[in-house]
T-cell receptor, first 109, second 113 residues
Framework: AQRVTQPEKLLSVFKGAPVELKCNYSYSGSPELFWYVQYSRQRLQLLLRHISRESIKGFTADLNKGETSFHLKKPFAQEEDSAMYYCALGRTSGSRLTFGEGTQLTVNP | DGGITQSPKYLFRKEGQNVTLSCEQNLNHDAMYWYRQDPGQGLRLIYYSQIVNDFQKGDIAEGYSVSREKKESFPLTVTSAQKNPTAFYLC????????????FGPGTRLTVL
């Protein structure tokens, strides 16, 4: 069975501080991991996916298969990063996604 | 304006009534999905469809029904059998089931009075 865990429901940091949103997964096959973000009054949108290995809005995430983690990191948080973040797990062969419970990030001025 | 639309934005229903939420996409995507979003529980999959006239139950299908008569449309009916229907409902689509990148609609907030 696929499972995604985001241990922090709420995370609060100050502007300019580093931020790390944790995501752990369980899946026996070959996973594909995503981070989705939902800003206030906007629709849920893809932030990044591990296979693209991109940095989007200063965020990066590395898939660690040994630790079964896909933590989202940004070295210097900005106020506009305040949003709900969801980690999601799929199969490389494609299929439905399994979402984590979400982490509400607040960046304080 | 391309993308996924959901209507209405807010919906109120009396107990015992069925209600249908609309989801339309003009992205030419084969796969469509319905999720329920509750605080602290993330997104839970209700139903999904990978092609017209085909759909599969997700994790929490009880009390819900869907149809997929057209590629562009995937309406969700919340029946009176759904014990706790008040929630935020999200529709999504992807090119096909093999492509994991999903695009989401703006959502419908359903409140049962």
């Amino acid at each position: 069975a696929q499972r995604v865990t985001q241990p922090e429901k709420l995370l609060s940091v100050f502007k300019g501080a580093p931020v790390e949103l944790k995501c752990n997964y369980s899946y026996s096959g070959s996973p594909e991991l995503f981070w989705y973000v939902q800003y206030s009054r906007q629709r849920l949108q893809l932030l990044l996916r591990h296979i693209s290995r991109e940095s989007i809005k200063g965020f990066t995430a590395d898939l660690n298969k040994g630790e079964t983690s896909f933590h989202l990191k940004k070295p210097f948080a900005q106020e506009e990063d305040s949003a709900m973040y969801y980690c999601a797990l799929g199969r490389t062969s494609g299929s439905r996604l399994t979402f984590g419970e979400g982490t509400q990030l607040t960046v304080n001025p | 304006d391309g993308g996924i639309t959901q209507s209405p934005k807010y919906l109120f229903r009396k107990e015992g009534q069925n209600v249908t939420l609309s989801c339309e996409q003009n992205l030419n995507h084969d796969a469509m999905y319905w999720y329920r979003q509750d605080p602290g529980q993330g997104l839970r999959l209700i139903y999904y469809s990978q092609i017209v006239n085909d759909f599969q139950k997700g994790d929490i299908a009880e009390g819900y029904s869907v149809s997929r008569e057209k590629k562009e449309s995937f309406p969700l009916t919340v029946t009176s059998a759904q014990k706790n229907p008040t929630a935020f409902y999200l529709c999504a689509s992807s090119i096909d089931l093999a492509n994991n990148e999903q695009f989401f609609g703006p959502g419908t907030r359903l409140t049962v009075l």
